[in-house]
């Protein structure tokens, strides 16, 4: 069992930053949480794709609607995966979600329990 909880959600205006966290606790092995990706979903609107990060950190992917705004990163001594969020939009409101797969994974197994992210403009 992996569990997820995340931080770092709040209020920010149109062009604010904000740097959310994913700490891992229960099986944080390579293999367990070999790629963390993090998820959004708006209101009325169905989950989506936003980033995600290998364990090695070497591949990263990202929507296209975040590419050069969003950064996720990880450091796997604290077992905390990260997104930096900045040039912050109205459209990037919406609660965010952590999310690993195993390393010979073929979906997201975990989640968490998503934190919000508000963006006013």
């Known amino acids: 069992q992996v569990q997820l909880v995340e931080s770092g959600g709040g209020l920010v205006h149109t062009g604010g930053s904000l740097r959310l966290s994913c700490a891992a606790s229960?099986?944080?092995?390579?293999?367990?949480?070999?790629?963390m990706g993090w998820f959004r979903q708006a209101p009325g609107k169905e989950r989506e794709f936003v980033a995600s990060?290998?364990?090695?950190?070497?591949?990263?992917a990202y929507t296209d609607s975040v590419k050069g705004r969003f950064t996720i990163s990880r450091d796997n001594a604290k077992n905390t995966a990260y997104l930096q969020m900045d040039s912050l939009k109205p459209e990037d409101t919406a609660v965010y979600y952590c999310?690993?797969?195993?390393?010979?994974?073929?979906?997201?197994?975990?989640w968490g329990q998503g934190t919000q992210v508000t963006v006013s403009s």
């Open positions: 999310a690993v797969k195993s390393r010979f994974g073929s979906a997201y197994g975990y």
């Open positions: 990060i290998t364990w090695s950190g070497d591949n990263t």
């Open positions: 229960g099986r944080t092995s390579s293999t367990y949480t070999y790629t």
